[in-house]
């Protein structure tokens, strides 16, 4: 009784509710004719795809910039290190290389601008983020249609001007990672090693990035900043890295993000990236002053396995075609729920 | 009129906050008409005597008190300032309670207002009646009139100097006619000297219409000038009671400051005045606010402990904060003949100087981390200790291990009372994370080391093991120490010479040997306008 106590105390009460509705949608998806071993596979591929988006939420948060939503920006670094990279005609690993070569210079060049700005308004970070992304993804929707790209894969075909709203990655490096050591399982069952492998990988550099001078700094800066600055700290200094450090981690992240969807979402598509990463992160355990690895890989992966079983699960049950809206009910309602959940832990 | 019943009575107060005893069986009386001047030192327990009177929810929360209240005769015990309101007691704050876009009407009358009946009201009831703003203009007037100032009630207070905000705030509390004490907190802090003068001639107008007026202040001048008796406080207890025209300066300063000295405590063996300089101030001023530093200069030298004292709100705590760069500071400070470059924290740490602060959870602590972050962290970032370059040093790794055993070196050499090492700062009680503060500063080893009160808030037991640190870190280090306190007694007990802040300026350095007199004289200005008086016993 006092384990089990103990048990709920540190994991919490969200996870293990989030985690029993998750177990409960395995345990009845056979009933009804869906199959465990192909929902359990896409629970693992949407885990690999986003978890470095979520793992985008750690630095800002660590020095209490807030949830970073606007991880937008970053993921539009990505957006033009993958189109920069398709345009050079880059293919294969090479290609996926290239892409991540050119997103993070210029992921680097926008999060220091943005880091800048959210200086200016220290205690409204998250309120100000949310604009940053919006402007950015509008200001982008522009710039989309007058950059002039050339390559025929991604332009529109009637005008030949202004690249498509989809991008397929078909013959670049589509699956390019999760097709690396992929270990297949009977029929209907594959492991993305090569995608978890690079996820284990930025993890990682993340854990290892917080255990340098540097990272301690920031996690101080996060926690009380007029310590930080009587330890002779420069607070903005270490504020506008970690702001960087997310829009590169969101950068890499769409990348990922990318190859295992098989298709550069333009225009609006940044919009519907940020709000899943932060309610992630936050169903993982974060608040909005403090979040670790752990947070991230428990978040993700209730957050993406509540996405992908609820909706199949639901429409066998109700054997209708509603999977759409049942998903995004079920995505929504998990981002209010984690946005209502999140905490300031007191100083 | 000592014959009649005394206005307001009160008997044998008592008051512990925590079990920590602020107020012992404190008696006094006032009479109609009558100023009373209330005086003691920081924490003699003056705001807690006067929130007892006027019923403040702190009181309740914390247990209530002991004693009786008479008012009139009659026995009360106020829940809250209403109560106390009603009753016919009003305090005039430090701080102003004044609605900065309201004019000095609109805050006078504040929830007193003349209202109307209109036709409205009829239908919607008594929340939309009309405002009679002529009436409420004269009777805002009429108050101001008998303050005997000259203010417009129709000024925002937003526009008015801070002078006539005092006004505006004395002017709302003697408006009610059921006005019968009025207490006076710290009034004149804020005044210049000639609107100091005006708002001590309307006190005694005041009083001479019946009003009891508890005047609390530390410019003992004025408690003479205006008080008909004084009552000193000193640790929560009435040292003495005694009419005005019986008293001088002296005295009262005397009293106020405390112990004759005690002599046991004085063993400074150490010192030597032929040492050579280790810091010099000159002309330093600091923009901290509550704490501005106008104009100071000093001389620290090697292995002294170096006091510097004074009242709160006088600039002593902006010393050690300007130099080390937490607030915006001018001045030469030099250090070992370098210059220091003052607003930046980084330059004040690499010039191996270290600042345990005042506000120990503010400044102090990093409340969410382990106690091994806490003491390792100053070190880790200014000296790049506690870290092991990877690659090269390309990556300044940080040690785990090293931080962990040196903060266990520290827990033990400070019998710092925790759980372990990964015990959070803000899980420790007072006095330890005042040890867990000076773990931090010794880990820096600097040859300069500035505390700032470092014994606030803390009890008895842990502020003997500070002080008791601090002395061997000093003798066995041969650290400079410059120690900033609230608390003239714990100065006299460590320190080799002492300086006095007052207004922003040093008002004499003595030895800890001087007379209380002596320190009381200096701490209440009294001496600020002869310099060949400034006294230097070190």
Known sequence: MHRLRQFIDRAGWPRIIIGLVLLSLFLVAPHWGVRIDASLMDTIIRFGMNGVMVLAMIPMVQAGCGLNFGLPLGIIAGLLGATLSIELGLVGVAGFAGAIGIAIPLACLFGWGYGVLLNHVKGDEMMIATYVGFSSVSFMSIMWMVLPYHNPTMIWGYSGQGLRTTVSVDGFWAKILDNLLAIHIGPNFMFPTGTILFFALMAWLMWAFFHTKTGTAMTAVGSNPDYARASGISVDRMRTTSVILSTVYGAIGILLYEQSYGFISLYNGPFFMALPAVAAVLIGGASVNKANITNVVIGTILFQGILTMAPSVINAAIHSDAAEVVRLIVSNGMIVYALTRATRKSR | ?538
């Open chain 2, 1 to 538: 009129m000592t014959q009649q019943q005394p206005l307001l009575k009160m008997q044998g107060i008592t008051k512990e906050y925590f079990g920590n005893r602020v107020l012992t069986d404190v008696s006094l009386d006032l009479n109609r008409g009558e100023v009373l001047g209330l005086v003691g030192e920081n924490g003699a327990g003056k705001s807690t005597l006067m929130n007892i009177l006027f019923g403040m929810s702190v009181i309740v929360q914390t247990g209530g008190y002991a004693g009786k209240v008479f008012i009139d005769g009659k026995e009360v015990s106020f829940q809250n300032p209403f109560d106390a309101l009603k009753a016919g007691i009003g305090m005039v704050h430090q701080e102003f309670s004044l609605i900065p876009g309201f004019t000095a009407t609109e805050n006078i009358l504040l929830n007193g207002e003349i209202l109307h009946d209109n036709i409205v009201t009829k239908l919607f009831g008594p929340r939309l009646k009309t405002l009679d703003l002529p009436e409420m203009r004269a009777i805002a007037e009429k108050s101001i009139e008998l303050l005997g100032v000259e203010i417009s009630p129709d000024t925002l207070v937003a526009e008015m100097p801070v002078g006539h905000r005092q006004f505006t705030e004395l002017a709302r509390e003697i408006h009610r006619p059921e006005m019968k004490v009025l207490v006076l907190d710290e009034p004149t802090a804020v005044l210049t000297e000639s609107e100091a003068e005006v708002l001590l001639t309307s006190l005694r107008r005041l009083a001479a219409t019946g009003i009891a007026i508890i005047f609390i202040t530390h410019r003992l001048q004025e408690i003479l000038d205006i008080c008909d008796r004084i009552v000193i406080l000193r640790d929560g207890q009435v040292v003495k009671e005694i009419a005005t025209h019986d008293t001088d300066i002296g005295q009262v300063a005397e009293l106020m400051v405390g112990r004759s000295v005690d002599t046991k405590a004085i063993a400074t063996a150490t010192y030597d005045t032929q040492q050579e300089t280790v810091l010099a101030v000159e002309h330093l001023w600091v923009d901290m606010p509550g704490e501005t530093v106008r104009d100071v200069s000093f001389e620290v030298h090697k292995g002294e402990i170096f006091g510097i004292g004074g009242l709160a709100g006088q600039g002593k705590l902006g010393i050690p904060n300007g130099i080390m760069g937490l607030c915006p500071a001018g001045g030469t400070v030099i250090l070992h003949g370098k210059p220091i470059h003052l607003e930046d924290p980084a330059a004040a740490l690499a010039a191996s100087m270290a600042f345990v602060s005042e506000d120990r959870r503010g400044v102090g602590l990093l409340m969410e981390e382990p106690l091994d972050w806490n003491i390792a962290f100053t070190a880790m970032q200014v000296q790049n200790k506690f870290l092991r370059p990877l690659l090269g040093g390309l990556i300044k790794w940080r040690d785990d291990r090293a931080i962990r055993k040196v903060t266990r070196e520290y827990i033990e050499a400070l019998e710092i009372k925790c759980t372990g090492v990964e015990q959070p700062a803000q899980e420790l009680s007072g006095g330890n994370q005042q040890k867990v503060c000076l773990a931090k500063a010794f880990g820096v080893e600097p040859n300069l080391l500035f505390v700032s009160e470092p014994t606030r808030g803390i009890d008895v037991g842990a502020k003997a093991l500070v002080l008791k640190a601090l002395r061997r870190y000093n003798s066995e280090n041969g650290t400079t120490i410059v120690m900033v306190s609230s608390e003239l007694e714990e100065l006299r007990s460590i320190c080799d010479r002492i300086a006095i802040i007052d207004e922003g300026r040093v008002a004499g350095i003595l030895s800890p040997a001087a007379t209380a007199k002596e320190f009381g004289m200096l701490m209440i200005g009294k001496l600020k306008n002869t310099d060949d008086k400034v006294v230097s016993h070190a």
